[in-house]
């Protein structure tokens, strides 16, 4: 399942320079959240709270929601599989591909139904769960909030799962927790990992109609959020506001990155994006090869995206960088291909 990911850093021996293949960005840490792990490590010696329900409440505060909406999880992906398995056996799901592949993983896992939509206005009645990603991995695409909400309208009996990991990397317009709430069948993922560059201690949250969250609470296994994790939500939660980084000048950057590819010719085909990676096909090329050849020749690691549904050997994602290493990256591009 989770084989074939992107950040397979761990795969090259520390010679990768420049990580292009994960959706993570080192620049969005919060400043002092190491330092309060350091000085916390202590917590390791006991259990954590096998229900974090007051670190739930504080977070639920803050996305202006009910109590007993939120449930931290052990990153995004376990709020993935508790929904799958919560959903049970015989469960008709709709993926909209392309798209993370654990969402369709789960769904088999517990004996799902699952097929594949490109678009909410294909979806019929007899769909129970929608799996969308949005801004969606690997396109860097926004469904707009306003199609959700009609979605969620015209299909009352059918569960929308909403996954917002890259939400914080996108200023377009998005579907908030309170509309969601209201909206009654709509389940919102977040990632705590990707906004703040932290994905080795997996937390994340889904917010959702109260009843949900008691029946995920029913699956999950105790203590699944480690007590390091909990402590930097408990950091996040009260100083989110003091991240001092500058979301639009990323973007603005992920876009100059984009029409920088695009420069290259060959045929080089690149989707819009409304966040900072983006899905890349270049005709005839092996993504696989292409990947060895930029670690290689360059350092530079990038995501082979050949294993997403619905695309081919020759789509590759990438994740903008600092300008420097964007630099680096097309350079590179540009001597593979005119060789």
Known sequence: MIHGHGDDIFDYAGNVLHNFSSNVFSGTRLPGLYEHLAQSITCIDHYPPAEAMGLERLLAQRLRCQPGCVLLTNGATEAIYLLAQAMGEGCRSAVVVPTFSEYEDACRLYGHEVCHVTSLSTLTDDVQTVWLCCPNNPTGQLTPRRQLVEAAFSHPRTVFVVDQS????????????REA??????????SMTKRFAIPGLR????????????????FRMPWSVNALALEACRYIVDHADEQAYDVAAYLKEAQRLRRSILALGHGIEVSPTQTHFMLVRIPGCDALMLKRRLMDSSGILVRAAHNFAGLTPDHIR????TPEENNLLVEALERILES
Do not use: H, W
């Open 166 to 177: 890259y939400a914080f990397f996108c200023l377009d317009d998005q579907l908030a927790p």
């Open 181 to 190: 709430m209201q909206l009654g069948n709509v389940i919102l993922l977040r």
């Open 203 to 218: 937390l994340g949250y889904a917010v959702a109609p109260e009843p949900f969250i008691d029946t995920l609470r029913q």
């Open 318 to 321: 990438v994740a903008a960088q």
